[in-house]
């Protein structure tokens, strides 16, 4: 069977068609052309007054990160992906095949990090996730999470990528709600500091701890 991390690569170069299937039966389109195209103006609106350094996770192939360089601002991407930083660093992005939860450069030392584009999700185990990011960030460094609208329901699941007569091997995935975020990260030692909508797309802005 055809690994997910597969199935996703071969799409950077053929972007239409893919979607994900829950293992409750729901389906969700995989917007991979977006991914590959450029950053575009709600992209830009939400990157805006990010201080920087910038940590990407899941950075795919780099359109946050051409972006923040185009507006002077150091970031650096990590992904599992060989292939979707091969195109991030094609684009003039800086970044690195790492896993989140493994070695990460400069931990500890990042002003702000990157859970856009669902990537939340990774793992399965958000609360985990968010546990991580809060160690990778300094002392009152900022997360930006891309979220699920206030209705949706938070869910951890298994999923698989589904692209033609091709599927994936299942692997753990979750969404998360705008209105429980603030519940997820207060069980991390997170705040919140803004959550907002634009285009139909949620965001929240989360704040670590300040240094002692």
């Known amino acids: 069977m055809t690994s997910a991390l597969e199935l996703y690569e071969a799409a950077l170069d053929a972007p239409d068609g893919l979607r994900v299937r829950f ?5 969700a389109p995989l917007p991979v052309s977006r991914y590959v195209a450029a950053a575009d103006p709600l992209d830009r609106r939400v990157l805006a007054g990010l201080e920087g350094p910038v940590l990407d996770v ?3 192939p780099g359109r946050h990160l051409h972006a923040l360089a185009g507006a002077g601002i150091f970031a650096l991407g990590v992904d599992i992906s060989p292939a979707a930083v091969a195109l991030a660093r094609r684009g003039g992005g800086r970044a690195v095949v790492a896993d989140v939860f493994g070695r990460v450069p400069a931990a500890g030392r990042w002003a702000s990090a990157l859970l856009l584009d669902g990537n939340i999700g990774i793992g399965g185990a958000p609360a985990r996730l968010l546990a991580r990011l809060g160690e990778l960030v300094m002392p009152g460094g900022a997360i930006l999470v891309e979220v699920e609208a206030p209705g949706r329901e938070s869910t951890s699941r298994l999923a698989r990528i589904e692209v ?10 979750a969404r998360v709600s705008a209105a429980e975020i603030g519940t997820l990260a207060g069980c991390v030692n997170l705040s919140v500091e803004e959550i907002w909508s634009c285009q139909n797309r949620w965001f929240a802005r989360l704040r670590g701890a300040p240094a002692a």
């Open 58 to 60: 899941g950075c795919g």
């Open 164 to 173: 033609e007569e091709r599927v994936s091997g299942w692997f753990a995935w």
């Open 23 to 27: 293992d409750d039966g729901s389906l």
